[in-house]
């Protein structure tokens, strides 16, 4: 026979040249599959993380209005209203993340 001849046990396997290219594509496809399902899964629960934020974000908004009823707010010279749209930019995801947290920056 051609190919390789190895023993386990009392059980002989034959391994050719296309049974090792056969392995090799089937283990790629699996590995694509395996990675595809991951990728969609992360993607779902992040989709849903984002649904329920909206709502999340909407009981925290009320909490804040209850806790501090304050409809005008001066900060660095500029006035801001209750209602207004405050877009935040910051150059460093890091301090994002550390203020959103609520750590020291």
Request: include cysteine.
């Amino acid at each position: 026979m051609e190919g390789y001849e190895f023993y386990i046990g009392s059980l002989r396997f034959v391994v050719d040249f296309g049974g090792v290219i056969l392995a090799a594509v089937v283990s790629a496809v699996l590995t694509m599959l395996v990675m595809s399902f991951l990728f969609m899964k992360r993607v779902a629960e992040e989709a849903s993380i984002l649904l329920t934020g909206a709502a999340q974000m909407k009981n925290v908004m009320e909490k804040c209005r209850r806790l501090f009823p304050i409809d005008v707010v001066e900060y660095h010279g500029i006035t801001f209203k209750r209602g207004m749209a405050v877009k935040i930019t910051l150059s460093d995801k890091k301090k994002l993340c550390r203020l959103l947290c609520g750590q020291k920056l």
